[in-house]
């Protein structure tokens, strides 16, 4: 037993001698000194994943030795040595994960106990008030294009989104609406008529369930996986990054969102081989469904797109609903189109504001791999690949969305908004208890922080896999649906969030 522990101490110690060498510093370099090759970052990266697989490799050999975090597991067997990392990262060589997980699942699990009637008067109570910025924006909409028409037209499709339909689909009002109106099986699916009445708006309500609530959430800022990870989508731009990034403000929800989560649900329903080079992890935008069709390698057409998630938008929302205003007089019907239009413009903008700061910029993690959906790892991600803006005040969240509670949102997503915000100051606390960062600012700071990362300027922080639990990572299929255990055999998804 000596001679064993002895062998496998000397086998732990070389692995961290070699991992202990001066690290690839090119995407510190490349964050200092604005450098946006994707070669050099690229390089980086493959000197990282080499580093990992040599880190793999040792923790085969400790198998035997006492289970804890890998780094601690690391730093035992190779007499306490521990593995080179850059200064922001050393935090993970003292995090007992299991520890800080537990933590959080009670509190998730007492906060679950809590809801009742007083989430769904809340929930009613943010409904009140887009219905009444759509009252304010449609009582007005025959006037000529003004401010307070525009906001309210504005913020009443922002708050059906980010607010109402989203955490409804999430599952977070399922155990305390009785009348099941708000139900993530019923709310907005199943006809036209439902979509029109819930929640109308460019996205298919189907579509964006596969895409966010599972593809997006069990997957966050996985490169190869996660749809919005912004990075990736980014570096692929051919034209002049800051006159790309203007356009997604402006423009992102029916010609990224759109498409991209039709996409996503049409792979999960996809029956047999996909198309000869088709690429499942291609981000599906308004110009790659008309390129991918003109390819023949399409897995929905222009047409299906049109006709079933865009066009009804379209139609009925910019030119139908305004067309009683032709009985009184063309001008008042083309006021009430550039109102809804303008409005349009300026929801891109906030939703682009609220929804891009919520896991990007150059102090938020990034993930070589998937893992195990409510393991611990799962849990970290959630925090250490998230970002929360200023919280508390009702004015102050329904205009963030309830958004500036991202952490605790990818923590427990069916949870209620009300629930959120009763449970970041606790979670914010087990932070910092276990040192682990809880990045919180003003939507300002953030968005400056996007900006770096959509103009190339800087790049999202990269987790080390050394240090990553080996137990919970997965791998996924191409289609993001079921997972494939690494470690064990396959396995099903925990329920849909």
Known sequence: NTFRTRAISAAMAAAAFVMAQPPAQELTLRARHGCTSRECHQRADGRQQLRGSLALVSFGAAASLPRRTSAARLRQAAGGAAPSVVPEDRWLLSLDTEAFAKELTELGQKLREEQGEEDLRHLKRVVFWSDLCAVVGLASLWMTPNPITILALSLWTHSRWTMVAHHTIHGGYNKVDPSGHYSSKNFGMGSLWRRVVDWFDWMLPEAWSRYHNQVHHYRVNEPDGDPDYFEKYTDTWKLNREFMTVLSMLFFKWAFAAPNTYKALKLSQFKGELPANFDPKLTMTIYQVFRMESLGQAIFSAGELMTKVIGPYLLLHFFLLPLPLLLIGP?????????????????????????????TGEDVYCFSSGCRVNSPSFYLRAVTGSVNCCTGGFLNDFL???????????????????SYAKAQPHVKAICQKHGVPYVQENIFARMAKVLRIFTGRARMRRFPAHLERQEDLISWDDRGGVLRDVQRSPQDLAPAM
């Open 331 to 359: 001008s008042f019907f083309w006021n009430a189109v550039a109102n809804l239009f303008l409005a349009e413009l300026v929801a891109n903008i906030h939703g682009f504001m609220v929804t891009t700061f919520n896991h």
């Open 400 to 418: 963030h969305g309830y958004l500036n509670y991202q952490i605790e949102h990818h923590i427990w997503p069916d949870l209620s908004m009300l």
